[in-house]
Nanobody, 116 residues
């Protein structure tokens, strides 16, 4: 069993910042990648950023320079620091964990709303 739990969403004004956290627990002996996806109302889910173990991080063009992904491997945790937030960043942000030999696991998501 693998559990993936996100936290840190909320309501922020444009230009503000938020930090999302995601913890994977259970049978997580070999995590290949951790990352963040988002889905806005009426749109398809899209990659925000991911961080494969030992490889370069990947970012969506729309968040480059504003968002930073980081991992704490000892805690099986991935973070997403989001700065200079825009209304178009409003979405449900979900954490995706890829575990070698086991598969892909998703969290339930956390709502991020950017509004004045």
């Amino acid at each position: 069993q693998v559990q993936v739990v996100e936290s840190g969403g909320g309501l922020v004004q444009p230009g503000g910042s938020l930090r999302l956290s995601c913890v994977a627990s259970g049978s997580v002996s070999s995590i290949y990648a951790m990352g963040w996806y988002r889905q806005a109302p009426g749109k398809q889910r899209e990659l925000v950023a991911d961080m494969p173990t030992g490889f370069r991080s990947n970012y969506a063009d729309s968040v480059k320079g504003r968002f930073t992904i980081s991992r704490d491997n000892a805690r099986n945790t991935v973070y997403l620091q989001m700065n200079s937030l825009k209304p178009e960043d409003t979405a449900v942000y979900s954490c995706r964990v890829v575990i070698t030999g086991r598969g892909v696991y998703w969290g339930q998501g956390t709502q991020v709303t950017i509004s004045s």
